[in-house]
């Protein structure tokens, strides 16, 4: 595998569901994002991580919860979600905190019944 | 308040013609503006980028120019591939806000044969 892998791609869940997204990417970098893209609207960034360490939570709901076990590995933990949280949620990495340039994965598309 | 706007949700052109996407922000502390590219059920992919401190940058058929007294951006792709059909998003950042990347709402590049 290379660049940045998200299982699983599609996900359908009840508001009563818990579920977790899966990010890896194989870059070798040190900072990695949570980005949530709704229909019609920019992309918005919800978590950051460097080296592990989030750095950045952009007033996100506490239904979200992210978990960074290692540079390379990021969860989103999803837990008792509304219909307005379907979305396209992407996740990215950069080899830096301060590098403009993220590398994004294929993105998990939600749906939240 | 959306610092970055692209106005225009769709573009078609036809091939061999040239493509103009544009791209307005507000934030004059914006420094540093990236262009990304997606296809459909893949992630953002990086483009080409420019600096403040110029206000052209050339990549093959894709340059950027940046007019910072009217904070305005655009793309050109020159001549336009029906390769190039994809959702263009225009994306900037700034010192202050770190890797913090603002994005615009996207435009539907469509390039007829």
């Known amino acids: 595998e290379t660049g940045v892998t998200q299982t699983p791609r599609h996900l359908v869940m009840g508001m009563t569901n818990k579920k977790s997204l899966k990010c890896e990417q194989h870059l070798g970098h040190n900072a990695m994002y949570w980005y949530k893209q709704s229909a019609k609207k920019p992309l918005e960034l919800m978590f950051v991580?460097?080296?592990?360490?989030?750095?950045e939570n952009n007033s996100v709901p506490s239904r979200f919860s992210p978990e960074c076990p290692n540079s390379s590995h990021l969860f989103l933990h999803l837990h008792t979600l509304q219909p307005e949280d379907s979305a396209l949620y992407l996740c990215?990495?950069?080899?830096?905190?301060?590098?403009?340039?993220?590398?994004f994965g294929p993105g998990t598309r939600l749906t939240v019944t | 308040d959306q610092q970055v706007k692209q106005n225009s949700p769709s573009l078609s052109v036809q091939e061999g013609r040239i493509s103009i996407l544009n791209c307005d922000y507000t934030?004059?502390?914006?420094?540093?503006f990236l262009w990304y590219k997606k296809y459909p059920a893949e992630g953002p992919t990086f483009l080409i980028s420019?600096?403040?401190?110029?206000d052209k940058n050339e990549d093959g058929r894709f340059t950027v120019f940046l007019n910072k007294s009217a904070k305005h951006l655009s793309l050109h792709i020159v001549p336009s591939q029906p390769g190039d059909s994809a959702v263009y998003f225009c994306?900037?950042?700034?010192?202050?806000?770190?890797?913090?990347?603002?994005f615009g709402e996207g435009t539907q590049l469509t390039v007829n044969p």
């Open positions: 420019i600096s403040s401190i110029k």
């Open positions: 994306a900037a950042s700034g010192e202050t806000s770190g890797s913090r990347l603002t």
């Open positions: 991580y460097n080296f592990k360490e989030q750095t």
């Open positions: 934030n004059s502390m914006f420094d540093y």
């Open positions: 990215a990495s950069s080899p830096a905190l301060l590098s403009y340039e993220q590398y």
